[in-house]
């Protein structure tokens, strides 16, 4: 069974703060992906990375940025939090280029 | 601007009976279809997909329906069960995204009452 684990599953910040979600998947997959999720938006890309040390940006990259230094890790950097990133994000993986994306549990961020 | 788009935001439907999840997209380009189911606080789950290449796929009580010159694709549940209620999302992918990444649509929430 494939398994993508985030760092945590609810985190509670202050505007202004750096904030760093990580994602690691534990079956050799070479593309990883962020999103955000908000309620009537759907699920919406941030980054992807098909390999490591490469990185895409998605549909809403702005303010936020990536780091994916081994294969099974992939991080979501948010240089300073502000109040509308309070969302859910979801990391996911796949294996090749039209894989099906495996999703994390998410985390529930909150930006005071 | 929205490729793919499920126009109904939830729906309700008895334990038993049929539950229909359709979902349109604009893009020509996109040639691979997926459904995911989503519960609440837990990230999405894959469910089932369908290339452009067939207009149908099953598998148990789920079937996907594509029908390409209408751009439309439909997601049945039969029979519905109360642990179908979740959040379905339809995603696609294309040539147009370099196939990595996928486009989903805005969810259904499907309520099965008993």
């Known amino acids: 069974d494939v398994k993508v684990t985030q760092s945590s599953r609810y985190l509670v910040k202050r505007t202004g703060e750096k904030v760093f979600l990580e994602c690691v998947q534990d079956?050799?997959?070479?593309?990883m992906f962020w999103y955000r999720q908000d309620p009537g938006l759907g699920l919406r890309l941030i980054y992807f990375?098909?390999?490591?040390?490469?990185?895409e940006k998605g549909d809403i990259p702005e303010g936020y940025s990536v780091s994916r230094e081994k294969k099974e890790r992939f991080s979501l950097i948010l240089e300073s939090a502000s109040t509308n990133q309070t969302s859910m994000y979801l990391c996911?993986?796949?294996?090749?280029?039209?894989?099906?994306?495996?999703f994390g549990p998410g985390t529930r961020l909150t930006v005071l | 601007d929205q490729q793919v788009k499920q126009n109904s935001p939830s729906l309700s439907v008895q334990e038993g009976r049929i539950s229909i999840l359709n979902c349109d997209y604009t893009?020509?380009?996109?040639?691979?279809f997926l459904w995911y189911k989503k519960y609440p606080a837990e990230g999405p789950t894959f469910l089932i997909s369908i290339s452009s290449i067939k207009d149908k796929n099953e598998d148990g009580r789920f079937t996907v329906f594509l029908n390409k010159s209408a751009k439309h694709l439909s997601l049945h549940i039969v029979p519905s069960q109360p642990g179908d209620s979740a959040v379905y999302f339809c995603a696609a992918s294309g040539a147009s995204n370099s196939g990595y990444a996928l486009n989903f649509g805005k969810g259904t929430s499907l309520l099965v009452t008993p």
């Open positions: 079956m050799d997959h070479e593309n």
């Open positions: 996911a993986s796949s294996f090749g280029p039209r894989g099906t994306q495996y």
């Open positions: 893009n020509s380009m996109f040639d691979y």
């Open positions: 990375s098909y390999d490591v040390k490469m990185k």
